[in-house]
């Protein structure tokens, strides 16, 4: 079936979920961390559209309160959270230097080929359509970790870790129904409760080395400087 | 009878470009609180060159002279190869949008001699810089424009524009990056300004400006109207490819009025959203172009890779 012949509200989830896939690319270039945070709401906001779409086209209701529950955690508290916590330690104006940012990108570019080839035989065996932005969830994981790996602040590095979570949440919806209100229900708290746990380890990160830069812990001794 | 409208068509593309100039430099003037010069300001400018000597250096060779002549006649083919007002038109069935691409480097690398021949300091930088964003710009353009064949499975603009008219309204998620794509790098390839200033002769940032620098009278003339003409060009390429509906699909006297109606309107809303960028942004530093395009490519790329991805059959 190609994507003409679909319904209006498919063809606006599989573009939806192309633009998902292109946040991913961009918090994977900024070097801001204001600005990765507002990209990390952005990428939030349109899953929220994601779920309401697909919730309406499967006619699936409880999709909406997932749809919600992602608006209010994901767009709203934990980029707030994250926001208050940069503005406060004063790392607002810091910009990280991506070193060779271009290879990362095409980097990122491949992952979302080899998700493509790596979920291409089960795309394959079914017949739900929107199964091909399976493939899609999977690079948004994949660059969520590249996200990880690239930078050095450790703010970067747990918006990499929503954005991990960012990308199973919409593998469930594409590949399921959407999952039993229990599970999504509780992986939305958990992320809530990993948000405030990450607050925490910032704090006791920074008393320690004074810095929020994670390379700093890969030196055991203050000796060797 | 056809080949007559194509004609007609394209002296009518030729024809609109310095007023296209004059509407998005109105737009500005109105949003930055200034008070707007008349929308045939372009006209009276080119007229007035036109009349003036042109002074050429004794260190200049045939090539100065010629250059303004090539790059306005390959601006004037390229104009003949995109639809303008109708589609299936026999001028754009003979080309397909690689020529086009062709016709614009091939102008490009006659402006760049051009600036180095003189021997100045500004010409021989101007062209690095052209040089160097085009290189750049040009992958990017072909990828986006990829993305977009790869759904109509043809390279032929008319044909291309057809599939889309046939089609009707889906929301492909490749033609969104495409669009994208086509957009930033259309800014990057016409100097508009994140990446270079059109209105401006400081010697630091100008690198269309630097390479015309040593031109005067009518020679001015001819590269200043090639440069509105290109701009034309990508306003028309994005109009037309991606919201075609209204252009004429019968050859009809009443078709073709509303195909002039339809794409002077979408060009002047797309030169509203040029003016409004323009205003909200400031110029880049040049070394961070290559970020702005690369991230066009990126955006290639994603509509490349999303055709393949989201929009398979089975």
Redesign the interface.
């Known amino acids: 079936?190609?994507?003409?012949q679909l319904d209006?509200y498919t063809?606006?989830i599989?573009?939806l979920?192309?633009?998902v896939?292109?946040t991913s690319?961009l918090m994977l270039?900024q070097g801001r961390l204001l600005r990765l945070i507002f990209v990390f709401a952005v990428q939030g906001f349109l899953l929220a559209l994601t779920t309401a779409a697909a919730a309406y086209s499967l006619s699936n209701y409880h999709l909406y309160i997932s749809a919600a529950l992602t608006l209010v955690l994901k767009v709203i508290l934990i980029p707030w959270m994250l926001r208050r916590q940069v503005l406060k330690m004063n790392m607002h104006r810091d910009v990280e230097a991506l070193s060779n940012?271009?290879a990362v990108?095409l980097g990122g570019?491949s992952l979302?080929?080899f998700s493509?080839y790596i979920l291409h035989p089960i795309v394959?065996t079914s017949?739900l359509?929107m199964l091909?932005?399976l493939?899609?969830s999977l690079s948004v994981m994949l660059l969520g970790m590249l996200l990880m790996i690239s930078h050095r602040q450790a703010v970067a590095h747990v918006v990499g870790f929503m954005s991990i979570e960012n990308g199973l949440f919409f593998a469930a919806i594409v590949a399921t129904h959407g999952m039993p209100m229990v599970v999504e229900l509780g992986v939305a708290f958990d992320v809530l409760v990993a948000a405030v746990l990450f607050g925490i380890f910032f704090l006791h990160i920074r008393t320690s080395i004074d810095s929020l830069d994670v390379d700093l812990l890969n030196r055991l001794s203050e000796v060797d400087k | 009878m056809n080949w007559l409208l194509a004609m007609s068509q394209t002296v009518l593309f030729v024809a609109l470009a310095p007023l296209l100039a004059g509407w998005i430099k109105c737009c500005k003037c109105r949003l930055q609180n200034r008070k707007a010069p008349s929308l045939f300001q372009p006209y009276r400018d080119l007229l007035k060159l036109t009349r003036k000597q042109p002074v050429v250096s004794d260190q200049a060779s045939w090539i100065f002279t010629i250059s303004p002549y090539i790059i306005f006649s390959a601006m004037v083919l390229a104009a003949s190869i995109v639809p303008l007002i109708a589609v299936d038109l026999p001028t754009s069935a003979s080309a397909d949008v690689i020529v086009l691409i062709g016709f614009f480097s091939f102008a490009r690398f006659f402006l760049a001699l051009a600036g180095l021949d003189i021997g100045t300091a500004f010409g021989g930088m101007g062209s690095s810089r052209e040089m160097t964003i085009s290189t750049l710009a040009e992958p990017a353009m072909l990828m986006g424009i990829f993305a977009l064949t790869m759904s109509a499975s043809t390279t032929n603009l008319s044909l291309a524009i057809d599939f889309v008219l046939d089609e009707g309204l889906v929301l492909r998620p490749s033609f969104i990056f495409a669009l994208l794509s086509l957009m930033l790098v259309a800014i990057a390839e016409t100097g508009r300004i994140p990446v270079d200033n059109p209105a401006t002769h400081l010697e630091l940032t100008m690198i269309h400006e630097a390479m015309i620098l040593e031109y005067s009278g009518r020679h001015l003339a001819l590269i200043e109207w090639a440069s509105q003409l290109k701009l034309m060009l990508y306003g028309v390429l994005i109009a037309n490819i991606f919201f075609p509906w209204g252009i004429a699909e019968r050859i009809t006297p009443g078709d073709l009025g509303y195909g002039l109606l339809f794409i002077i309107g979408k060009l002047a809303f797309l030169s509203i959203l040029l003016a409004l960028s323009e205003t909200l942004f400031a110029k880049m530093r040049l070394f961070r172009v290559q970020e702005y395009l690369s991230f066009a490519y990126l955006l290639g790329l994603l509509g490349m890779l999303s055709h393949i991805i989201l929009e398979g059959a089975r």
């Open positions: 079936m190609n994507i003409e209006f063809q606006a599989l573009s979920a192309a633009l896939g292109l690319f270039g940012n271009t990108m570019a979302m080929l493509y394959q017949s359509v091909n932005a493939a899609v």
